[in-house]
């Protein structure tokens, strides 16, 4: 399982600046190499300034032949502005000239959730035709120690056979969707947002040995590379030049 590469910077712009430059370089060569590339991106706050650093590069990345996931939603309508796949088309996918049809947001109409989790596991089958394994999955990190939507004690941190499931926030009580871990560890690249104190114990439980109790811990590719990108306040030190191995 492969060890967190941690990256520290003064700030949030400074740590988007270089996010960006790494994703950007990940998805341009996943899309000579193959043809096609793969992002997953997540929900919260702290990358919506990745996203608009990503939206002006569309020199570099070649966005027509980019499919993008998501690794978690909200269950609620795409115009909802709680909706994960409504921050993302805000902030990054109106900015850039995407082929539509390789848009996938996760469905939120099914009345049953776990309808709409069983329909976007059918979309991965039929896109990767097994185990998805995404060139890109941006994640982040709440204070509680979940990632995408697998919240400390729920049942979906267990999932090891499906690749979507249900979950319930219980950070802010919301029916969600959300990517479980075998999707997670089998990604090239993983790559951690984490700015502010108030992450900082959920960020030293998340670089400390996996525990259940902080699933954002058990989230380490099996090959791929794993990186945070952290600023000093998370971190509790200042910036380092490079990356810190742990
Ligand atoms: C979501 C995210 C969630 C988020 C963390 C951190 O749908 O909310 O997928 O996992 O990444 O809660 O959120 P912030 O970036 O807002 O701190």
């Known amino acids: 399982m492969t060890?967190?590469?941690v990256r520290v910077y003064r700030?949030?712009?400074?740590?988007?600046i270089a996010a960006a430059a790494a994703i950007a370089e990940e998805l341009r060569i996943a899309a000579e190499r193959s043809g096609e590339a793969t992002i997953a991106l997540s929900g919260g706050d702290t990358p919506r300034m990745l996203h608009r650093l990503l939206a002006q590069r569309h020199e570099t990345v070649p966005w027509a032949r980019v499919h993008v996931y998501w690794g978690d939603e909200r269950y609620v309508p795409h115009d909802d502005p709680r909706s994960n796949y409504r921050l993302a088309r805000d902030t990054l996918l109106d900015c850039v000239p995407l082929t539509a049809a390789w848009v996938h947001p996760m469905p939120t109409d099914a009345p049953d959730p776990d309808d709409a989790a069983g329909a976007y596991q059918r979309l991965l089958e039929d896109e990767f035709g097994g185990l998805p394994r995404f060139d890109v999955m941006i994640m982040g990190l709440g204070e509680d120690g979940h990632t995408a939507s697998l919240f400390p004690g729920s049942p979906a941190v267990d999932e090891e056979l499906r690749w979507v499931v249900p979950a319930e926030a219980t950070?802010?009580?919301?029916?969600?969707?959300t990517m479980t871990l075998p999707v997670l560890r089998n990604a090239r690249a993983l790559h951690f947002l984490v700015v502010g104190v108030e992450k900082r114990e959920a960020l030293v439980r998340a670089l400390a040995k996996p525990s259940r109790s902080c699933p954002a811990s058990l989230a380490r590719p099996t090959e791929g590379t794993l990186t945070w990108w952290v600023d000093e306040a998370a971190a509790g030190h200042p910036a380092g030049e490079g990356s810190t191995q742990r």
């Open 171 to 177: 950070d802010a009580p919301m029916q969600r969707l």
């Open 11 to 16: 700030s949030l712009e400074e740590l988007s």
């Open 3 to 5: 060890e967190p590469r």
